[in-house]
């Protein structure tokens, strides 16, 4: 879906509500419990989701990790299954690393750098962050079609679930 699309979507082709998979998670730390409010919390304000088929949203979205592939599972509003997209995790694998790297950087960064070094490290962690979303809509090319702001909450999300305490 490209952004032009999205201000054209109907009001049905979007998510009304979506869920984690927490089983494995033993604790996140505040910024990454953040990190996952808030992107729920953008995403359901503002997003634009379609996948291919015959089917009519709002739709719900359920994400997990199982066998190392990200599980997406579309349900309607009363929570009746419609589908599952199965992704493989490996092409995922150098971002994600390299995202969580500079977020780590970023966090120490932003107790006792300067202000020039701390938007040095988050131009790269907004790099890395659009370079993960715009995998994630090749990924789901012909599957769903999603907007670039989606693809970036939806992005964080995949990330929150490989952390697992």
Do not use: W
């Not at 054209?8 to 505040?30: F, G, H, K, M, Q």
């Not at 990190?35 to 739709?59: K, T």
């Not at 370079?131 to 992005?155: C, N, P, V």
Request: contains cysteine; aromatic residues 6%.
């Amino acid at each position: 879906m490209t952004d032009d699309a999205e201000k054209d979507a109907l009001p049905t082709e979007r998510l009304s509500n979506i869920t984690l998979d927490d089983s494995a998670v033993i604790r996140r730390s505040p910024e990454v419990e953040h990190e996952r409010a808030v992107a729920i919390y953008d995403l359901l304000e503002d997003n634009a989701f379609r996948p291919l088929g015959d089917y009519a949203g709002p739709y719900h979205l359920h994400l997990s990790i199982t066998e190392n592939r990200l599980q997406m599972e579309i349900r309607d509003e009363s929570g009746g299954a419609l589908d599952t997209v199965a992704l493989p995790l490996l092409p995922f694998r150098r971002v994600i690393r390299d995202y969580f790297a500079v977020c780590e950087s970023y966090y120490e960064a932003i107790k006792t750098a300067s202000p020039a070094r701390i938007e040095a490290i988050d131009m790269g962690r907004r790099g890395l962050h659009d370079e993960g979303s715009e995998l994630l809509r090749e990924r789901l090319d012909g599957k769903i079609e999603i907007d670039f702001q989606t693809a970036r909450r939806l992005f964080t999300l995949i990330c929150v679930l490989h952390i697992r305490g």
